[in-house]
């Protein structure tokens, strides 16, 4: 029997302008799993541990993102799948798109490598289909290429990986609430002024610019979400506390993460990341929520192996 | 006296998904002007050639934005400009943003560099303000900083210089019928569907990349305009047969220069530039119709001094 053990790392979706096409990948949080080849063909969720999830293949992410890279590669072999979940569901920090993402980039593995990282988004995004009805990429893309990534378009599919300056923390908070995903559509407009619309490209390629040139500073004045969080950050306790915390103790920006609650706060450097968190903590304290706070460098790797 | 002869270079804003803030800069096609430091205060308009254009200083977009230049400085110097317009008025492909980039540099030059190409521009946007009302700086900012650029945001003013892969070339044809600037804006929406605002950041963060990396194939797959073009393009004849003979003929893209008439193709190489222009004229020859056809090399320079 060949088996990985692998970490399988949460992602920041959206990064303010870039609302459904950037994201990146954390490195200090992250489920692990251990795919394995058996002799017996066919799919089998084996183990789940840290969240209740279906264990039937069809119902269950990872089990849907095998099927279809094994079903596009044409081979009836036999994987098993345990899952030791540590990325909250419902969190904003990609965690079914680190299932899906983990478990065919380990089953590619175990096979030879078929398939390139990027190739590997598609069958990924199966995953995310079945766990929110829309087959997005914004988090699956940069756990499987880390880093920052770029869904240019999406029919065809072009996703690309962008460059991650060295320098880059993420503070990420998760309060525990839990935000209907129905909710969290709704309060979103299907029209949009062009004035913003213009506004928000400006920023979008602002914030490419600032990735490729390492300019910091450039970074930060390109994360601004015009269009999408002003009409989300109501569903986010003291969001807006939070993100002038954030910033007036030095991080670069601040926004939601994925379609929230979780709020990441970028940071040059993991000393001013770390006294975001502890401002943030602060804040959040106070509202007798619960809440998990996470510091990670930018993951420009991806998902890795784990002895 | 001291005096400057300079090469004012036109200029493609809008780059087809760059709407409003992206450019750059061409190298064959540009007005002359020469400008001189005088003993007696004031500016004047000493000369024009080549085009029908006022000589009040208060009127004209280099006068104007020589005045704002002044004005910031504090100082009560003497300017003589003369301008040899070359590129027409009305063509899409930044003849206003030549004359008041151009002059602002000279001066600048002539006064000891007080600002920095990027300072220059709003005072260049001034002379565009005169010209069509509106203070944009998609036209300006190329022509004072070269290569390809990006309008970040307007409050507070953000241009950014992208980098310029050397082997860049645009063939552009000006059909000179007049499209007034009152019937290109009135086919523009001011509310747009959220997926086509989304599809299109998504191809301005893949132009930028594409810039970055230098991939060819990219910058050409991002050339894509889901929000103007397809409402813009019916006021230009004969504009989809250009834009398809262009792509059958290897450019990476086509689109709309300005908000037009005039027609860019951006390519790779000069050999498939001129291809392009060659068939881009036998469609224009068959319509009846006066046009233009320039070849150039992007301009990573700008305005530049002529001996």
Same mark, same amino acid.
């Given at each position: 029997?060949? !088996? ?13 302008? %870039? *609302? ?25 969720i ?8 279906p264990m039937e293949t069809h119902k269950n992410?990872?089990g ?7 079903? #596009? ?6 994987? =098993?799948?345990?899952?030791? +979940?540590?990325?909250? $569901?419902?969190?904003?920090? %990609? ?9 065919? &980039? ?77 909710? /969290?559509?709704?309060?979103?407009? =299907? ?9 928000? &490209? ?19 004045? /390109? ?9 989300? /950050?109501?569903?986010?306790?003291? *969001?807006?506390?939070? +993100?002038?915390? $954030?910033? /007036? ?9 994925? !379609?929230?609650? !979780?709020?990441?706060?970028?940071? #040059? ?12 903590? #602060? ?7 619960? *809440?998990?706070?996470?510091?990670? #460098? ?10």
């Amino acid at each position: 029997m060949d !088996s990985l053990k692998i970490f399988a790392p949460a992602t920041v979706a959206n990064l303010s302008c %870039g *609302f459904d096409v950037m994201g990146c990948c954390l490195d200090t949080v992250g489920d692990e799993m251990i795919i394995s080849k058996v002799a017996e063909p066919g799919i089998k969720i084996t183990k789940i541990e840290g969240a209740d999830l279906p264990m039937e293949t069809h119902k269950n992410v990872a089990g849907v993102a095998v099927e279809a890279l094994l079903q #596009k590669l044409g081979k009836d072999v036999g994987i =098993h799948i345990e899952i030791y +979940k540590k990325i909250k $569901a419902g969190s904003g920090i %990609g965690s079914s798109a680190a299932s899906s993402a983990g478990a065919v &980039w380990a089953v590619n593995k175990l096979l030879g490598s078929p398939f390139s990282p990027t190739e590997l988004i598609s069958f990924a995004m199966e995953g995310e289909k079945l766990a929110s009805g829309n087959a997005h990429a914004d988090n699956v893309a940069p756990a499987l290429l880390g880093g920052f990534t770029l869904v240019r378009s999406y029919s065809p599919l072009d996703v690309l990986k962008l460059n991650t300056p060295q320098d880059l923390f993420m503070t990420v908070i998760h309060p525990q609430i839990e935000v209907k995903t129905s909710d /969290s559509r709704s309060v979103i407009k =299907h029209t949009v002024p062009l004035t913003k619309a213009i506004h928000q &490209w400006g920023n979008v390629g602002g914030l490419v610019t600032g990735l490729f040139t390492e300019n910091y500073e450039l970074i930060g004045r /390109s994360l601004e979400d015009v269009i999408i969080e002003p009409l989300r /950050s109501i569903l986010i306790p003291e *969001f807006q506390t939070v +993100k002038e915390a $954030a910033l /007036s103790n030095g991080a670069l920006g601040a926004g939601i993460s994925g !379609s929230g609650p !979780s709020i990441f706060s970028l940071c #040059k450097g993991i000393d001013t990341a770390q006294k975001v968190a502890s401002e943030i903590e #602060k804040i959040y304290t106070k509202t007798g929520l619960d *809440f998990d706070i996470h510091v990670s #460098k930018i993951n420009d790797q991806g998902i890795r192996i784990l002895n």
